[in-house]
């Protein structure tokens, strides 16, 4: 019987061919806590063709109707895989210069279909913020100086961020079962293009790092550290360690790649993640912590704003399509992200 047949076996081609695709672009594994042999055996390997890479993909999906249920293997990881393996093919045809439109390529990484916004919806956030920052003159000018009130002193960055991140842990720790050895380390980075990042190193341990280059705000720093930490990115992997990987011997789960359906389902829980760690009120929770560092926070002004702005959510995507879709001048995009972004 071919290797492909069998779950277990399938699996080590689907890890296999992920790690490969790391081969490509350094990074595109974000984590694999998996068996350290399989990443052995890649970087043995000559540096793979994307096009290879598209024929291993389809393969194993033609193959995945064949796996015999049972044994833990059921319809619901045949379709995690399958979406998966989708994902991986899109990705290898890009490597391979083949000219996929932009809307299909984000549906065949994440499985959805995106649309542009509405920018009355813009509008009336914008109001919506006017109103609760008060004071005259335009928009853009009063958010800078609300921003500028709430950046957080270099100096006292990292001990903000330990003041959370403890908080944080005592409350999902309370609600989450998590390992007694879990653990988090964080560095203050500089000189990267984000703000915050996550790297899940296997065992329940992650190092975040923060970037110091990013002026991070007082109302903002709460969701970062819950967004990589706790209940986010940190605990999401901890979690699928022991119950899935550990506890169901879910090998799949021990490999993290980006651009496919669980990059997205992570960021998504990520962003919920301080929501569902204090409520909607997690403003008067926050001030309470800033005020033990003697640092003066508005916790609930800071909940209007975030409420308020939270229907811009959709202008960076609509940027997104403006640029790769519809092919519009990049000047005009990044006017269009400093008018609704503020």
Request: charged share 25%.
């Amino acid at each position: 019987m071919e290797t492909s047949q069998q779950p277990a076996a399938f699996i080590r081609e689907y890890l296999l061919l992920g790690l490969r695709f790391d081969r490509l672009e350094s990074g595109y594994v974000d984590a694999f806590t998996g068996d350290p042999s399989l990443r052995r055996t890649v970087l043995a390997e000559p540096t793979p063709e994307p096009a290879d890479l598209v024929r291993q993909a389809q393969r194993l999906i033609a193959a995945l109707p064949d796996l015999p249920h049972g044994n833990g293997f059921d319809q619901v990881r045949s379709d995690y895989l399958g979406a998966h393996l989708r994902a991986l093919t899109c990705a290898g045809r890009k490597f391979a210069g083949e000219d996929i439109g932009f809307v299909d390529e984000v549906h065949d990484y994440f499985d959805v279909h995106i649309a542009k916004g509405e920018v009355d919806t813009y509008r009336q956030a914008h109001a919506r913020l006017s109103d609760v920052l008060g004071g005259d003159g335009p928009l853009a000018e009063r958010m800078e100086v609300y921003r500028a009130a709430e950046e957080i002193p270099p100096n006292r960055l990292a001990e903000c961020i330990e003041a959370f991140s403890s908080a944080l842990r005592d409350r999902v720790r309370a609600e989450y079962p998590l390992p007694d050895t879990e653990t988090v380390e964080y560095q203050v980075v500089t000189d990267q293009p984000w703000s915050g990042f996550n790297y899940y190193l296997g065992d329940y341990r992650s190092t975040v790092a923060v970037n110091a280059d990013v002026k991070q705000l007082m109302s903002n720093l709460p969701r970062l550290v819950a967004h990589e930490s706790y209940p986010g990115h940190h605990t999401e992997h901890c979690r699928k360690e022991a119950g899935l990987v550990n506890g169901k011997g879910q090998a799949e789960q021990t490999i993290f790649l980006v651009n496919t359906p669980q990059c997205l389902m992570a960021e998504g829980l990520a962003d919920l993640a301080l929501y569902a760690a204090t409520g909607p009120h997690w403003g008067h929770w926050a001030s309470e912590i800033y005020a033990d560092l003697a640092l003066r926070f508005d916790g609930e002004r800071a909940e209007a704003v975030a409420e308020a702005a939270a229907a811009l959510a959709g202008v960076r995507q609509d940027a997104a399509l403006m640029l790769h879709d519809e092919h519009r001048d990049a000047d005009e995009v990044a006017a269009f992200l400093r008018r609704w972004l503020l």
